[in-house]
């Protein structure tokens, strides 16, 4: 199976759980503002992850979004870090059903700085997936 975990970070917090989660996938974490951040490839799962910022997710996310083409990837699952509130959760997978991206319903949030036990949790999520 093929993975690929694409995220956008301002304070690290999504940067961490996005890095436990391509460890555990085999793969490696490219921040979407990354110019390496294109899929070369098509995926079999796409994890997204990102933040609420000003009540929006951020516009290197959104446009990263934008830029994806469907064909290219089987699922897109989903995760966020955030001080606020998870609401960023449901704006990324609006973004990607809008694209005609396949969303699994399941979802990683975290409320707060991930410490070992919520990196511990990424990993488990992130096995499901395997």
Do not use: C
Not at 21 to 35: H, L, R
Not at 36 to 50: H, I, K, N, R, T
Not at 75 to 96: D, P, Y
């Amino acid at each position: 199976m093929k993975a690929a975990v694409r995220y956008f970070s301002r304070t690290g917090n999504t940067k961490a759980v996005a890095e436990r989660i391509a460890k555990t996938m085999g793969t490696q974490a490219v921040s979407v503002d990354n110019t390496d951040a294109a899929l070369a490839e098509p995926v079999d799962v796409l994890f997204v992850g990102g933040a609420l910022y000003a009540y929006g997710i951020d516009s290197h996310l959104r446009e990263y979004i934008a830029s994806l083409d469907a064909a290219n990837v089987g699922k897109a699952v989903v995760f966020s870090t955030s001080w606020v509130s998870k609401h960023a959760i449901e704006l990324i997978k609006r973004a990607l059903g809008e694209k005609g991206i396949a969303v699994d319903q399941r979802t990683l949030y975290f409320h707060d700085r991930p410490g070992n036990e919520q990196l511990q949790m990424a990993d488990a999520f992130s096995r499901q997936f395997l």
